[in-house]
């Protein structure tokens, strides 16, 4: 496996490959892995997300899976990469993380079997498919305010060639405490059949990336957090939320809300069943101040 990270090296972007601790440039320059400004590897024109996947989550929410896979898309002003803040707006309380594996695409793919997919594959990268769900009550469906926030697609450290998707431990972790611990092996439709899935109709081009899914355990998290995602062969991508410097607007579009759905989603279905019930309009005190008490 070789690993690859796109870094600002003396103010510009360069891809540079792993050495040991230390990162290395074509040209030799060198940088000490823990001193690098970090980007993300690799720069998408497309990110088209899978929604259920893993058997823990499907298990977790209580339901089945559609026969085939279902998408959306995450606009490429989300992406950030390893050591990036992410911005929780103000007004916004429901923020969850959710560790996956990024696909990334190498050469333009359009109309391919499952069998010819690892061919189209450059190789894969550590993400974090965010997710603000005080949006979860708008946009029909397509979670683009929820999924699609600036900031809310972390991916990195690195691109790494020549991984082996199966069998592989993807855990995240909020201020060192274990919340999600899955396996590659619970995904209902793996790796190449997802991109021949997404090509038959769509041509995918070098750079895009599709994410595969996360298992259970998605949960709201706060500013000053520090969330990592570790993925077995891949390494771990590391993030810090922070506050947003500004409010969401409130004299135009939705705002934000804390409605039964978003509570229900953003606490992985279980809320109910703690006999803890959403206030139904906006504002989370009350609710959050039930979760301190636990």
Request: charged share 25%.
């Amino acid at each position: 496996m070789t690993e690859y990270r796109k870094i600002l090296l003396e103010g510009y972007p360069t891809v540079v490959q792993r050495q040991n601790e230390h990162l290395i440039a074509n040209d030799g320059r060198k940088v000490a892995i823990d001193d690098a400004v970090h980007l993300s590897p690799v720069e998408p024109k497309k990110i088209i997300c899978v929604h259920l996947n893993y058997r823990s989550r499907v298990d977790e929410f209580m339901t089945k899976l559609p026969a085939t896979p279902t998408y959306f898309h995450k606009p490429v002003t989300a992406l950030c990469g390893h050591k990036a803040n992410i911005v929780r707006p103000q007004r916004c309380n429901w923020l969850n993380y959710e560790g996956e594996i990024a696909i990334v695409i190498g050469r333009h793919c359009r109309n391919i079997s499952q069998s010819e997919a690892g061919d189209y594959i450059v190789g894969y990268s550590v993400a974090n498919d965010y997710g603000l769900h005080d949006f979860r009550d708008t946009d029909a469906g397509s979670m683009l305010r929820v999924k699609g926030s600036d900031t809310l697609c972390p991916v990195g450290p690195a691109l790494v060639t020549g991984w082996d998707f199966r069998d592989k431990s993807i855990r995240t972790l909020v201020n060192g405490e274990v919340k999600q611990d899955g396996n590659t092996n619970e995904m209902r439709w793996d790796m190449h059949y997802l991109v021949a899935d997404i090509a038959r109709t769509i041509t995918l081009e070098p750079g895009d990336i599709l994410l595969s899914g996360t298992p259970a355990n998605s949960r709201p998290v706060q500013p000053g957090d520090v969330v990592t995602v570790e993925v077995e062969g891949l390494g771990s991508l590391t993030n810090t939320i922070v506050d947003g410097p500004t409010p969401i607007r409130d004299d135009v579009g939705h705002q934000p809300t804390t409605t039964e759905e978003v509570v229900s989603t953003a606490m992985g279905g279980e809320w109910e069943f703690r006999g803890i019930r959403a206030p139904k309009g906006p504002g989370a005190s009350h609710y959050k101040s039930k979760l301190d008490e636990e």
